[in-house]
T-cell receptor, first 113, second 110 residues
Framework: NAGVTQTPKFQVLKTGQSMTLQCAQD?????MYWYRQDPGMGLRLIYY???????DKGEVPNGYNVSRLNKREFSLRLESAAPSQTSVYFC????????????FGPGTRLTVL | GQQLNQSPQSMFIQEGEDVSMNCTSS?????WLWYKQDPGEGPVLLIA?????ELTSNGRLTAQFGITRKDSFLNISASIPSDVGIYFC??????????FGTGTRLTIIP
């Protein structure tokens, strides 16, 4: 039982490049989330998926797209990376038997030059 | 978007001291959570609170859900080196979306 896994751990992009951040959970959770963490800002919600086949915008969705591929996987895509998207990205899933208890992945550190 | 006011922003303490931090919101929450984040890792849940006035412990950690439902407190007793990290509060209205505080960075002075 690996919990929530994320790939890659580190990535450097040039402005305008695209990439997809991968997330998977093996806890059979329905809801999954993508956050970004910037210094002094805490975690801000980018997108979330309450169930397979559904996605909704969070607080800071601009510049991102998501795909809930199946119950296990939730990917975050940057179509045209910008320096303002330099951040640490965390994926999380929630255990619905105990509302609002989220489990986080180890994070992806992204730098956009 | 809304973020919770968490204080203090940072703390420098000696090993063995007790620690107190708090989180306040302009809105009422149904759930308060406290997380700890180690360098290079994702946040890990420490304590979850689901009822106003609730006091819950997890080892040396004790957290309280404020009576007004607009605040929460976390205390750490007899701090040890592994307590170093960033502590985040988070609140929820019960819709599975969390609002996070800006974090309290705890440093233990040798």
């Amino acid at each position: 039982n690996a919990g929530v896994t994320q790939t890659p751990k580190f990535q450097v992009l040039k402005t305008g490049q695209s990439m997809t951040l991968q997330c998977a959970q093996d806890m059979n959770h329905n809801s999954m989330y993508w956050y970004r963490q910037d210094p002094g800002m805490g975690l801000r919600l980018i997108y979330y998926s309450a169930s397979e086949g559904t996605t909704d915008k969070g607080e800071v969705p601009n510049g991102y797209n998501v795909s809930r591929l199946n119950k296990r996987e939730f990917s975050l895509r940057l179509e045209s990376a910008a320096p303002s998207q330099t951040s640490v990205y965390f994926c999380a899933s929630i255990r619905t038997t105990l509302p609002d208890t989220q489990y986080f992945g180890p994070g992806t550190r992204l730098t956009v030059l | 978007g809304q973020q919770l006011n968490q204080s203090p922003q940072s703390m420098f303490i000696q090993e063995g001291e007790d620690v107190s931090m708090n989180c306040t919101s302009s809105s009422i929450f149904n759930t308060w959570l406290w997380y700890k984040q180690d360098p290079g890792e994702g946040p890990v849940l420490l304590i979850a609170l689901y009822k106003a006035g609730e006091l819950t412990s997890n080892g040396r950690l004790t957290a309280q859900f404020g009576i007004t439902r607009k605040d929460s407190f976390l205390n750490i007793s007899a701090s040890i080196p592994s307590d170093v990290g960033i502590y985040f509060c988070a609140g929820s209205f019960g819709n599975e979306k969390l609002t996070f505080g800006t974090g309290t960075r705890l440093t233990i002075i040798p």
